[in-house]
Every structure is written in C-alpha cells, then in structure tokens.
C-alpha cells in the first residue's frame, strides 16, 4: 500500500504558483489513482483534482479548471499539482490520497473522501497579500 507523503505548500500572494508534489515513501504508485484534496477550517475535505493510473486521465472540479494542473511520473513514484493563480479562497490544506484502480475509468473528485483508501499527512498552501 503505497505511504503518501506532500510537500511544496507555503506562503504565496494572489496570482502566484506553487507546485505540490505527493510521494509514495517507500512504497509504489502502481495500479492506483492519486487525487489532491483540500480542507478549509470549517469546511469538508473536496477531491479537486485526480489522475488515473493505466493512461493518466485526469479529471478537475470546476473551481480549478485552467488553473490546476495534475501530472504523475511513475518512475519518480511522485504526483504533482501544478497551481497557477492562486486565490485567497484556495488557501486550504492539501491532501494527497489514493485508491487502488482495477480498470481504466475516470477517476473520482468532489466530495468523495470515502473512495480513497490512503492519505498523506497533508501541507498548507496560505494564499494571502
């Protein structure tokens, strides 16, 4: 089972970038899908963005579209989340999870928690001035 680890959140000023990698410690990414979560205080965790393993079909909620961009490179065991203008109100932290994928199909995002299996520790992305 893979053991998820984030890293590359941080400080950055509306319209910024970062770029948030997930990596299976010791462990594999193979036959599984990666997705990137985020929670606000007060708020519930939502899947935002996710890759399918066998062709790495990709599948985004509607706040990042345009801006967020997920990619995994097997060999590395590493997923990525590439933020470009960023908003005050992305300011979250962020998870990466994943569950293991029998067939290729679209994977999950929104509110879909319950889908994943195994999580990362999470790490703060704060977009402020």
């Known amino acids: 089972q893979p053991h998820l680890v984030e890293s590359g959140g941080g400080l950055v000023q509306p319209g910024g970038s970062l770029k948030l990698s997930c990596a299976a410690s010791?462990?594999?990414?193979?036959?599984?899908?990666i997705g990137w979560f985020r929670q606000a205080p007060g708020e519930e965790r939502e899947g935002i963005s996710c890759?399918?393993?066998?062709?790495?079909?990709?599948n985004d909620v509607d706040s990042v579209k345009g801006r967020f961009t997920i990619s995994r490179d097997n060999a590395k065991n590493t997923v990525y989340l590439q933020m470009n203008s960023l908003k005050p109100w992305d300011t979250a932290v962020y998870y990466c999870a994943a569950y293991r994928q029998s067939f290729p199909a679209l994977c999950m995002v929104g509110y879909v928690k319950y889908r994943y299996d195994y999580w990362g520790q999470g790490t703060q992305v704060t977009v402020s001035a």
């Open positions: 890759i399918d393993y066998f062709d790495s079909r990709t």
């Open positions: 010791g462990s594999t990414m193979d036959g599984y899908v």
